[in-house]
């Protein structure tokens, strides 16, 4: 069984950076497609970036482009969040999470095209 731990949220001021860390364990993680998705309190969870299993990136969310950016080391079985410039509206619990183990692709960032899941991870963005 796939298994996917978030590591790295906290508490942060606004304009600052943190990084995730998506640990993948019992599989290898180039083998799957990884995203990261966010749930702000009272909204509904939201795509925000895939890496496929070839490596290429799928920007799911506008609100996020420029400022965040994914990426995988193979070596250490995990896939990372870089979060920069952060705002208020940042604040959300982040979630890793991995696609069938056929699926090549990113797909279109709903919570459906995603099996597995990590149980999350708080961020924090306040003065």
């Known amino acids: 069984q796939l298994q996917l731990a978030e590591s790295g949220g906290g508490l942060v001021q606004p304009g600052g950076s943190l990084r995730l860390s998506c640990s993948v364990t019992?599989?290898?993680?180039?083998?799957?497609?990884i995203g990261w998705f966010r749930q702000a309190p009272g909204k509904e969870r939201e795509g925000l970036l895939c890496?496929?299993?070839?490596?290429?990136?799928?920007n799911y969310a506008d609100s996020v482009k420029g400022r965040f950016t994914i990426s995988r080391d193979n070596a250490k079985n995990t896939v990372y969040l870089q979060m920069n410039s952060l705002k208020p509206e940042d604040t959300a619990i982040y979630y890793c999470?991995?696609?069938?183990?056929?699926?090549?692709?990113?797909?279109?960032?709903?919570?459906?095209?995603?099996?597995?899941w990590g149980q999350g991870t708080q961020v924090t963005v306040s003065s």
């Open positions: 999470a991995a696609r069938p183990r056929a699926t090549m692709i990113c797909g279109a960032g709903r919570e459906p095209e995603y099996n597995y």
């Open positions: 019992s599989f290898a993680v180039r083998n799957y497609v």
């Open positions: 890496i496929s299993r070839s490596g290429g990136v799928t």
